[in-house]
């Protein structure tokens, strides 16, 4: 099979992603970290989460969803929190402003925490919680999502993958990075097993019942237009295999970003008209950080967690297995060969790529 | 079939534990809260965690790596952290002052997180996590545990069910009390099937080669003799059904227990001499609450945790099914139920009371 894919490198695709956003108002700080976010996804790997979706973030700010100027006000403040209202704008520069405000709160009293409401899609949850690190702090970051993932015992889509990411540091090792949706699977899987013809296991999705299925084209059709059905959360349809706590986990994502925050929560997201003209997202946030040395010395820390996974990278492998990971460590792989090699474009997303450049009027020059 | 359980009521049952610990040294306070631990499990439903467990118990503190009377210290200490050393006692009584500590943390300045080193088994994960509910405060309790649990695609057990506990309140409804093992399922329940002579489903555990089996005799054998395989992290098997994320959230529960409080981590927990004995098992919690009111007012929050409810468990059902839970709601339920009709003993756990009862020389009116 041929490789068809375009190769380009990080920088120019940044540069790239911010002149796209200044064309179309951001001013130039909140480009670069609206671009730096999205081409973080690509180097680690991310593809779903990289700049496939610089058509949807462009269209988001054309209808007006996105706002590109907002007034972000802080509606709550401690010492160790804060609770901020991103008024409707792009997600990732108030994600950014939250996550350094927890930071020096951690920083300031050993631990912080800052919710956000109003906002939209955020991109990567591990690139804020990754923010931690050079603090020598433990970082997390959460955000509810679209309504995809069906409750246990349930038939629709009542809350999103809710992400959780965790990001701690080591001292020779590479970084601890949990970076995970609360489904068994993102929606983008199903439409790579959709496009491949493939079906798809038992335990990722349900039809319109809320019965399992392996037909991926259903679903993703029932998703697109709010059919019914939906993924399912880890663990799968009902309790046998721990469906429930997979649900267990949507939940606390939900409660802690939006809930907590005074966002839209559970299906509430991503409201429309009564014509269906979309409204204002208003997603919630979680970002958090604790000092390691508010614990123990941060020498020690990373001493433990060298050894810590070293001891779990050399444990014996399961038969036919040659490697046991550590969270973070495939995506860091994917760093270093990106950056090495260029980044790998689908056709499809190269070709929106270049026709956001004719409509939004910028230069493009990545292939 | 007959139900040969013996009822006993809690109130009795929590004076029975307190006059056993009482008697074996451990300071009145410190024996009430260790009996209302056990207790609290029982009235919940949660079998595994109450008196059936007194036996270990009583055996820790003979053994001598459950100290009766321990010398806690606090070892680092800012406005919203600390971190102390249980001394090698029984956990439950130091867990309830780190959980409270975090609890004024979270009065004090917005949130607060107590980190426990030199600790021994906790109890029911949520008992800490829902002390938090009366203060207006998010609760989370986290323990690591004894090494079960296969890493994704390795052999043998490496880290434990370590589990997650989340506590929020509503207004109208009940608290929201999510507290979960990060496995897919408990030991218990592999000893359930196993007296019924049931297979068990794959991606519940693994044989002594890591592959995935449905006899849960060999595995169970295993286990007691560390003779390799062991459970399966939530999503089972390799990463197709998602188990590197059950596996993720294993070291994210190892990683702020014990790496940050200087706890044993993964395997290195119960530790043997080399001649077999035990010692200390040096197990790690992490406790911390955050106070509602400093991200939103209380009022705002209680009103949206009852319409988030009502919204999930009003939703469409799956085909065949009558319910959509919220988590604790199940919980919330046995103990209503529980304290109604009293708690139903399996024999050979009220034969174990009796033996008990016998060996320290404490009277014995429960049944």
Redesign the interface.
Known sequence: MVDVRVRVWAEPLRAFCVRVFEELGVPSPDALIVADVLVAADLRGVDSHGVARLRRYVQGVREGTMIVRPEVTT??E??????LDAGGGLAQPVSYEAMERAIQK?LD?????V?VRNSNHYGIAGYYAMMALEHDC?GISMTNAAPLV???????G??GTNPIA?A?PAGEERP?V?D?A?S??PRGKLEVYNRQGRPI?L??A?DD???PTTDPAPVLDNLLGSG?GGLLP????GE???G???Y??G??V???CA????AA????VYPKDPDGTPLPSNLGHFFGA???????PVA??KA??DD?QR??RT?????G?A?????GEKEFEAVERRSREGIPLNPKVAADLRSIAEEVVVGYDLE
């Open positions: 509606i709550v401690t010492p160790a929190t804060a609770t951690a009293v050993g631990a912080g925490f919710t433990i069906v409750p246990t015992f349930g038939r629709d009542m809350y965790v701690a601890f949990l995970m609360t068994t699977v296991p335990g990722w349900t019942t809320g019965t019914g880890l663990g799968g349809a046998l295999m721990g429930h706590k997979g267990g986990l939940l606390l939900d409660m802690m809930v907590l925050s005074g929560y559970a299906d509430l604790w000092r390691i040395d508010a614990f123990r020690e820390f433990a967690m810590w001891r779990l444990a014996p492998k399961a038969e297995q490697r046991i990971y550590i969270h």
